[in-house]
Nanobody, 129 residues
Framework: DVQLQASGGGLVQSGGSLRLSCTASGFTRTDYVIGWFRQAPGKEREGVSCIKNRDGKQYYANSVKGRFTISSDNTKKTVYLQMTNLKPEDTAVYYC??????????????????????WGKGTLVTVSS
């Protein structure tokens, strides 16, 4: 079974940094996407960032561009989300997920925001003002 283990959440002051990790297991294919989504209280889950394993292409939500950086260690099937200059509005439960082919495309662009095929348990990030 595909499993994802997320870690790294915590409490940080506004302007601070955190690094989340997500390790995937239970599959052998080499074409996949691991992404981070978040859900704040009373809000819908939204995409934060994702990275394609095959070519390393990265995707970011506009709200985190320039502040968050996604990276991967393919040998460990682990993806990292380095979050800097955190703001109170970044407070949410962060979930990592994995998307397996076939992928959804819109106008020839990979539509990662629609979600992932499998999800891990979330990790809480709280940013105090």
């Amino acid at each position: 079974d595909v499993q994802l283990q997320a870690s790294g959440g915590g409490l940080v002051q506004s302007g601070g940094s955190l690094r989340l990790s997500c390790t995937a297991s239970g599959f052998t294919r080499t074409d996949y996407v691991i992404g981070w989504f978040r859900q704040a209280p009373g809000k819908e889950r939204e995409g934060v960032s994702c990275i394609k394993n095959r070519d390393g292409k990265q995707y970011y939500a506009n709200s985190v561009k320039g502040r968050f950086t996604i990276s991967s260690d393919n040998t460990k099937k682990t993806v990292y989300l380095q979050m800097t200059n955190l703001k109170p509005e970044d407070t949410a439960v962060y979930y990592c997920g994995i998307d397996l082919p076939p992928y959804i495309y819109t106008n020839d662009e990979y539509s990662w925001e629609f979600g992932m095929d499998y999800w891990g348990k979330g990790t809480l990030v709280t940013v105090s003002s």
